[in-house]
């Protein structure tokens, strides 16, 4: 067989997503423009600003806020090494040692590529150089956004903002995980954070006279108690918005579960107290929560494992081990929901699995999800951005999983509730070509009827119409057959006597009904619909 033969035979690759990956199409990305358009609408009436992060951080970033013994962080990051110069100097240099083996004695770090002293006792050194240099300059994918947010909030001095920093984002998110409905390697996220810069003890501004701020001495006990009430009143707020947000969708089924994990006070004793008590059953727990005793005792708590769930009820709940301040937040907290009419059920096992979280936490599930049902995270993470290096801080926010959202808004049929809305309905015409929302379809035949109907299309399109119009002239009946397809609502007829006497015929897709309008009462009709 010839040469050109085999090339000939040879199939293409035929290449596909990337497992865990997905391609979001029309009509259901227009449902995903419409939730985050929602998302901004209801987020700005409650003050918040939009924000946008980069893709990919150092690696570090996330190992340090979410914990380096997470699973996101263990596990599930897209990690990738993105060295500046003086890796990229010290590559070249270990590349100059191979090509004279590393017996003889070989260049010097101030003189790369060119081979002269630096003995081999000096490589295990370079190596672990070297070693410095790779762990330094990873970069990860996000996979999530609220160590960003931190980072940002540092980088951009945001403490001398006007407080406290009200800040959304929307975009994707990567980790490796199994991917399964409602679990993707890439998907969406749209969170909230609210930062605040902490009047730190012994620094308290109390405003003079004069109108000017002086320090004054420790806390009173009424302003540590103010503070409190201040900060179980953001994290009411915050999840108050979300639920908005929600309820603005019509998503069905919404479940709020709220949890107070405590603070760095009480929560290390509860953690003891619960590792002593499960260490007493670790003989009839699985290997996962085996491991956690040691690694993380909270997350048992998590567990979905059958025969795990009579003992986890055993155990002893936090709630009766928060220390008087931690108390005494959570009890504001669940007040001031009820004061905002939200609905929310407890839950002493509500844990979350990354590690910044203090006091609040929350998890919301909605309907249609099976397994993978929480459909919205947060909490409160006072001392994160210190962590990363800022300046006292603290924080509060929330991240939604987009696609499970949209997931359940088109299981319980949502996504057809009101016009606009319909779009991904299986019964609407044009879904097959992928096309949707026609309002006019142009039929035109002739030249003069062209010239008409590219300035029709024009002007209907700048008073907010969708129009299509057929590049070439089809017969009319292929034309209504095209309009019909698309599931447009009305077709435009244009022909020779159209243009002569300056009306134009109307079809009214839906009962086939005609009309005669000028251009002007055409405009006119379709503006009333
Ligand atoms: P998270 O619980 O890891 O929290 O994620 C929030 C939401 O993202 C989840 O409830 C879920 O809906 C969605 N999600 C997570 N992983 C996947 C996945 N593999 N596929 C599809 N959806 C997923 C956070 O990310 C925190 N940053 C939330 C936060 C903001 N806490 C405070 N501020």
Redesign the pocket.
């Known amino acids: 067989m010839s040469e050109g033969t085999a090339k000939k035979e040879e199939k293409p690759r035929k290449f596909q997503a990337i497992r865990g990956t997905r391609d979001l199409l029309p009509p259901e990305t227009a449902l995903w423009n419409r939730v985050e358009q929602t998302a901004h609408e209801v987020f700005s009436t409650f003050g918040f600003g939009e924000i946008r992060l980069p893709i990919f951080e150092p690696t570090e970033l996330f190992a340090r806020s979410i914990g380096a013994e997470t699973d996101v962080v263990s596990k599930e990051m897209y990690t990738f090494s993105d060295p500046p110069e003086a890796a990229e100097n010290l590559r070249r240099f270990f590349e100059a040692i191979s090509e004279v083996g590393d017996k003889e004695p070989i260049s010097s770090a101030s003189n790369l590529g060119e081979k002269t002293t630096i003995g081999e006792k000096h490589l295990p050194e370079l190596y672990r150089l070297q070693e410095e240099w790779k762990k330094s300059d990873l970069a990860s994918l996000r996979p999530?956004?609220?160590a960003s947010v931190c980072r940002a909030y540092i980088e951009h001095s945001m403490q001398h903002w006007p407080q406290p920093v009200k800040l959304y984002y929307m975009g994707p998110m990567f980790?490796r995980?199994r991917p399964q409905k409602?679990?993707?390697?890439q998907?969406y996220?749209i969170?909230a954070?609210v930062l605040e810069r902490e009047v730190a003890s012994g620094e308290w501004r109390v405003a003079s006279r004069e109108g000017k701020e002086v320090t004054s001495g420790p806390p009173q006990a009424g302003v540590a108690s103010k503070e409190l009430a201040k900060d179980a009143a953001v994290d009411a707020e915050v999840i108050e918005m979300v639920m908005t947000f929600f309820d603005r969708l019509e998503l069905q089924g919404v479940q709020l579960d709220i949890n107070s994990i405590g603070d760095r006070n009480c929560r290390p004793k509860y953690v003891e107290l619960l590792r002593a008590e499960l260490l007493k059953v670790k003989d009839r727990l699985g290997p996962d929560s085996q491991r956690r005793i040691e690694t993380n005792p909270l997350r048992v708590l998590d567990s979905k494992v059958e025969s795990e769930q009579g003992i986890i009820a055993t155990l002893p709940h936090i709630a009766d081990h928060l220390c008087e301040a931690c108390a005494a937040h959570y009890a504001a907290v669940k007040h001031q929901l009820e004061m905002r009419g939200v609905m929310y059920r407890e839950n002493w096992r509500l844990v979350?699995?990354?590690d910044y979280y203090m006091r609040t936490t929350f998890?919301i599930t909605a309907k249609g999800l099976g397994s993978q049902n929480?459909?919205?995270?947060?909490?409160r993470?006072d001392g994160l951005v210190e962590l990363l290096g800022g300046p006292p801080t603290k924080g509060i926010?929330?991240?939604?999983?987009e696609?499970?959202l949209i997931l359940s808004l088109q299981e319980s049929g949502k996504e057809v509730a009101s016009g606009e809305w319909r779009v991904a309905s299986k019964e609407r015409k044009g879904v097959a070509s992928g096309r949707h929302g026609v309002d006019v379809y142009i039929a035109w035949m002739g030249e003069r009827a062209h010239a008409t109907a590219i300035r029709a299309a024009k002007d209907l399109r700048k008073a907010g119409f969708s129009v299509e119009l057929p590049p070439v002239e089809l017969k009319f009946g292929k034309a209504l057959g095209q309009a019909d397809k698309l599931g447009a609502k009305y077709a435009l007829i244009l022909g020779d006597n159209e243009v002569s006497e300056g009306l134009w015929t109307l079809k009214t897709l839906a009962d086939g009904s005609q009309q005669k309008l000028t251009e002007p009462q055409l405009l006119d009709f379709l503006r009333k619909l």
């Open positions: 999530e956004a609220t980790r995980e409602g679990r993707y390697r998907f996220q969170g954070e979350r699995g990354l998890e929480a459909v919205c995270g947060g909490g993470y926010g929330f991240a939604i999983g696609d499970r």
